[in-house]
């Protein structure tokens, strides 16, 4: 206990941080004028810890009570989240009316013009790149998400980073990437024009690229990591072009000249759809490439080669959600009520398809994974899906002006975002706890067996992220089990906890669309509701595997929850996860994420009344078809996969070990189900083409072998014999005229002084011949 | 009697000969030190000669801010051979071609 009170002595560190927002709120400033602190925190500290921990490297006091930045950085990341906060606060408290100051001007171009008075620099409007705020409730709550998911898993990182040795010494490099990181998202979000969001982008990029690449020792890592940053590469090239193609039609990338009439371009010309509507699809590729959806989806798992907290930051917290802000942003191109450009169907059917797609195979592929967070990434890309389907649906009701279904349907896909954001990290963060005290047992017990005094021995035939190796974990870790619990009901969508409130949203309005004229939205319907079903598969298959039956490793024994700073993410996600999603519901969030009400109320009822009507919506739904949707999802989620799930891989914990009453009725109901064997399923070939993720990865290794490599090879013998062989010839020339002309530089002064006045003299000579 | 302007211009070109020869034929850096002032003094009569050739005064302004000039120029050039011999242990100029080739 001693020990962990001086752990928290550090959290004194971050006071003073946390105490600059309240300061400048009690001055009466505006939060909006102060929104530039929620990306220069992150970023000086960014440099602060970088050099500071190459300075001190190894210092004691860097390295026990700052914990080699990671309370600097917690600090920075408590600063950002206080200040938007405040902002968000101030936004909600004014009913969405807030003053947004004038923008940064960051570059000014002068423009020159020709007229009858020849030429002259304008000097009407402001010319260049500005950089501003822009906040509706979509970028409000994105920036919740992030800034208080960032702050977390921070504090997380910090007892998951700091107590495993092999990471002695090098945190500083951890701690400075993710606040880097960070600050891209931040950016990113509160960013006002294309061009901005571009460069925190590609921030963001280079970040996950150094953090999944942070053992760089492990070929593994290093080659997951060349692999996100090429493969996202592919969908950004595309958002460029895209950029550049909105740049033409409309003359400027920022959202307010965009967003203010994008039927009408540059000059006043109209837009044609079909233009547009190619722009729109580049940038939905880049969004593709960020969040990992099919066809781009391949580097997403290996991604799980970086540390947990790098993956829970990754994959919930922040950059997967930048494909899903970029596709959101895009509704305002496509409201025909709203100034939008009709003739833009496919663009929303394309969008729900890729969705639709992604989100049934991911959820194949997670069925026969055995690696913990493996699970998840398949199950992030799956989820991620269902939040591009709705935004599909929505972009389809949109552009067919039906403003209504379209407006509900957006605003579930973007409370999906918010509940799968705050489960998923949680998720990640209990895998990270189990890994983590898995491995800490592991090395502890190796070490004491005196087998080896190797830091990390026996790795090679010991991999403490593998299921296989775990169960009857619920009495070991009963705060991880208890996340676990939610995070998972919350993905599966369990009725009344989380996803569950959104999930359903996305699933029925679907459906509508297929119900009300849009026959291509079937695939992506029917897709949806097996991939519920799979969802509940898969989710209980992890926690059964993991946390129910007995042992199936003697090390399970030694696990204990040990690591301080782990358990209170955990405590606080767990919390939001299970009482947010109906909360926010009952506040009515999705109608305040489309924008269509500008506050979060009751809308004056009483909470009784606002319960009732809710749960008559969620299960009751006055459409007869939808009722029929509504109840198989929530036969398919909720009874079906869990109980096969159950049956496979659910049992009682061993005798006479019992878990906390939370999770001890999961384990005792999963025995009750009977045993089934699938072991002959298991060795199947369907079930050897998942494990190998559907071959993608070996039909991009071997289309870029036969095709791209070849090129290369040639580009490589062009450089080295043609261009190369230009400028070596100019240099060896250049070598041996030199020394020729060495000779005549004789070091004596008095030649110098005979070639002076030979030279005068011939300057005299020609002069006077020229006279002559 | 005045002296014929072009007589003296003879003697400018008499010293500059002088003056040339010997900077590039002699080795003791004083001596070519020396040789360089004569042919400045050589250029100075040629101003002196255009002065009274023209009958104006800017010929004569000319050379007295070219001997003031000189002088300071002497200053240098001393300076530069005292570390010369300082370093070098030598003023001949057939010693000091350490920038050869």
Same mark, same amino acid.
């Given at each position: 206990m001693g020990k962990n009170k001086q752990e928290w002595d550090r959290l004194l560190y971050i006071v003073p941080f946390l105490l600059?927002?309240?300061?400048?709120?009690?001055?009466?400033?505006?939060?909006?004028?102060?929104?530039? $602190?929620? +990306?220069?925190?992150?970023?000086?500290?960014?440099?602060?810890?970088?050099?500071?921990?190459?300075?001190?490297?190894?210092?004691?006091?860097?390295?026990?009570?700052?914990k080699e930045g990671g309370v600097l950085g917690l600090g920075a990341l408590g600063m950002s989240l206080s200040a938007a906060l405040w902002m968000i606060y101030e936004y909600l408290d004014h009913h969405g009316h807030i003053e947004v100051g004038e923008p940064w001007s960051w570059l000014t171009f002068d423009i020159l013009t020709y007229d009858?008075?020849?030429?002259?620099?304008?000097?009407?409007?402001?010319?260049?790149?500005?950089?501003? $705020?822009?906040?509706?409730?979509?970028?409000?709550?994105?920036?919740?998400?992030?800034?208080f998911l960032c702050f977390l898993i921070c504090w997380f990182a910090i007892g998951y980073m700091t107590t495993d040795q092999i990471n002695d010494n090098s945190n500083h490099r951890f701690f400075a990437e993710f606040v880097l990181f960070s600050m891209g998202m931040f950016g990113m979000v509160l960013a006002d024009n294309f061009l901005w969001l571009f460069i925190f982008w590609e921030i963001m990029g280079l970040c996950s690229y150094l953090l999944i690449g942070f053992y760089y020792w492990k070929e593994s890592a290093a080659y997951a990591a060349k692999k996100a940053f090429l493969t996202t590469r592919v969908g950004d090239v595309f958002l460029m072009i895209g950029l550049l193609m909105l740049y033409d039609i409309y003359g400027s990338l920022d959202f307010a000249v965009v967003f203010d009439d994008p039927s009408t371009g540059v000059g006043g010309a109209v837009v044609e759809a079909a233009t547009l509507q190619t722009a729109l699809l580049m940038l939905f590729i880049g969004a593709v490439g960020k969040s990992a959806q099919f066809p781009l989806h391949v580097w997403l798992p290996d991604a799980m080669e970086g540390p947990t907290p790098v993956s829970a930051l990754i994959h919930a917290a922040t950059m997967v959600n930048a494909g899903l802000y970029l596709v959101a942003r895009m509704v305002p191109f496509?409201?025909?009520?709203?100034?939008?450009?009709?003739?833009?169907?496919? #663009?929303?059917?394309?969008? =729900?398809?890729?969705?639709?797609?992604?989100?049934?195979?991911?959820?194949? $592929?997670?069925?026969?994974?055995?690696?913990?967070?493996?699970?998840?990434?398949?199950?992030?890309?799956?989820?991620?899906?269902?939040?591009?389907?709705?935004?599909?649906?929505?972009?389809?009701?949109?552009?067919?002006?039906?403003?209504?279904?379209?407006?509900?349907?957006?605003?579930?896909? #973007?409370?999906?975002?918010?509940?799968?954001?705050? =489960?998923?990290?949680m998720l990640f963060m209990a895998s990270g706890s189990v890994i983590h005290e898995v491995h800490h047992a592991h090395s502890h017990l190796s070490w004491s067996h005196g087998e080896t005094n190797h830091d990390h021995g026996g790795h090679h035939n010991f991999?403490?992220?593998?299921?296989?190796?775990?169960?009857?974990?619920?009495?070991?870790?009963?705060?991880?089990?208890?996340?676990?619990?939610?995070?998972?009901?919350?993905?599966?969508?369990?009725?009344?906890?989380?996803?569950?409130?959104?999930?359903?949203?996305?699933?029925?309005?679907?459906?509508?669309?297929?119900?009300?004229?849009?026959?291509? #939205?079937?695939?992506?319907?029917?897709?949806?509701?097996?991939?519920?079903?799979?969802?509940?598969?898969?989710?209980?298959?992890?926690?059964?595997?993991?946390?129910?039956?007995?042992?199936?490793?003697?090390?399970?024994?030694?696990?204990?929850?040990?690591?301080?700073?782990?358990?209170?993410?955990?405590? $606080?996600?767990? +919390?939001?996860?299970?009482?947010?999603?109906?909360?926010?519901?009952?506040?009515?969030?999705?109608?305040?994420?489309?924008?269509?009400?500008?506050?979060?109320?009751?809308?004056?009822?009483?909470?009784?009344?606002?319960?009732?009507?809710?749960?008559?919506? =969620?299960?009751?739904?006055?459409?007869l078809q939808l009722r029929y949707v509504g109840w198989a999802t929530i036969a398919l989620s909720f009874v079906l996969g869990p109980i096969m799930a159950a049956r496979i891989y659910g049992g009682s914990l061993r005798n006479g070990e019992k878990a906390t009453p939370l999770v001890h009725w999961l384990t005792y109901l999963s025995s009750r189900f009977g045993s089934q064997n699938v072991d002959e399923l298991a060795n199947s070939q369907l079930a050897e083409a998942l494990q190998n993720r559907l071959y993608f990865d070996d039909l991009y290794e071997g289309v870029l072998a036969r095709t791209i490599v070849p090129f290369a090879n040639f580009a490589a013998w062009f450089d080295k014999n043609v261009i190369d062989g230009v400028i070596k010839q100019i240099e060896s020339n250049s070598v041996l005229g030199s020394v020729q002309i060495r000779r005549i530089t004789t070091g004596s002064a008095r030649d110098y002084i005979l070639m002076a006045a030979v030279g005068a003299l011939c300057i005299f000579a020609l002069i006077w011949g020229v006279g002559a | 009697m005045m002296i014929e302007a072009s007589w003296i211009a003879g003697l400018g070109v008499i010293l500059f000969g002088?003056?040339?020869?010997?900077?590039? &034929?002699?080795?003791?850096?004083?001596?070519?030190?020396?040789?360089?002032?004569?042919?400045?003094?050589?250029?100075?009569?040629?101003?002196?000669?255009?002065?009274?050739?023209?009958? &104006?005064?800017?010929?004569?302004?000319?050379? *007295?801010?070219?001997?003031?000039?000189? *002088?300071?120029?002497?200053?240098?050039?001393? *300076?530069?051979?005292? &570390?010369?011999?300082?370093?070098?242990?030598?003023?001949?100029?057939?010693?000091?071609?350490?920038?050869?080739?």
């Open positions: 600059v927002v309240p300061y400048l709120y009690s001055t009466g400033a505006h939060s909006t004028d102060y929104a530039w $602190i929620i +990306i220069a925190a992150p970023l000086v500290f960014f440099a602060v810890i970088a050099i500071a921990g190459q300075i001190w490297n190894g210092n004691e006091t860097w390295v026990n009570r700052l009858s008075e020849g030429w002259s620099i304008a000097t009407t409007g402001f010319h260049g790149i500005g950089f501003g $705020i822009y906040l509706d409730p979509l970028s409000i709550m994105l920036l919740f998400v992030a800034t496509v409201d025909v009520a709203h100034h939008g450009v009709a003739g833009m169907e496919d #663009l929303g059917l394309i969008v =729900a398809w890729i969705g639709g797609i992604t989100a049934f195979m991911a959820a194949s $592929i997670a069925f026969v994974q055995n690696d913990i967070k493996k699970v998840l990434a398949y199950s992030t890309m799956s989820q991620l899906a269902y939040i591009f389907t709705g935004l599909g649906a929505a972009l389809w009701f949109f552009n067919t002006d039906n403003h209504h279904a379209g407006a509900i349907v957006f605003g579930g896909a #973007l409370f999906h975002l918010f509940n799968h954001a705050m =489960a998923k990290g991999d403490p992220q593998d299921m296989r190796n775990m169960g009857g974990l619920a009495s070991k870790l009963p705060v991880t089990a208890i996340a676990m619990m939610f995070g998972s009901m919350s993905i599966i969508g369990i009725p009344l906890i989380g996803g569950f409130w959104s999930k359903e949203v996305i699933i029925s309005k679907t459906w509508y669309a297929y119900f009300h004229g849009g026959e291509a #939205l079937l695939g992506p319907a029917i897709l949806l509701l097996a991939t519920a079903g799979m969802t509940g598969f898969y989710m209980s298959r992890m926690w059964f595997m993991t946390f129910a039956g007995e042992p199936k490793h003697e090390l399970i024994d030694h696990v204990h929850e040990v690591t301080p700073w782990i358990k209170t993410p955990l405590v $606080i996600l767990s +919390i939001i996860t299970v009482i947010g999603g109906f909360g926010l519901a009952l506040y009515g969030a999705i109608d305040w994420l489309s924008g269509d009400s500008t506050h979060l109320s009751m809308h004056g009822h009483t909470l009784i009344d606002q319960i009732v009507h809710e749960l008559e919506h =969620a299960f009751l739904p006055e459409d | 002088i003056g040339l020869i010997g900077a590039f &034929s002699r080795k003791n850096a004083i001596v070519v030190l020396m040789c360089i002032e004569v042919m400045l003094n050589a250029a100075n009569l040629n101003f002196v000669a255009g002065a009274l050739h023209h009958g &104006s005064v800017d010929g004569w302004v000319f050379t *007295a801010v070219a001997i003031a000039i000189a *002088a300071a120029e002497v200053a240098i050039g001393l *300076a530069i051979l005292l &570390s010369l011999y300082s370093t070098q242990e030598t003023i001949s100029l057939d010693e000091a071609n350490l920038l050869r080739n």
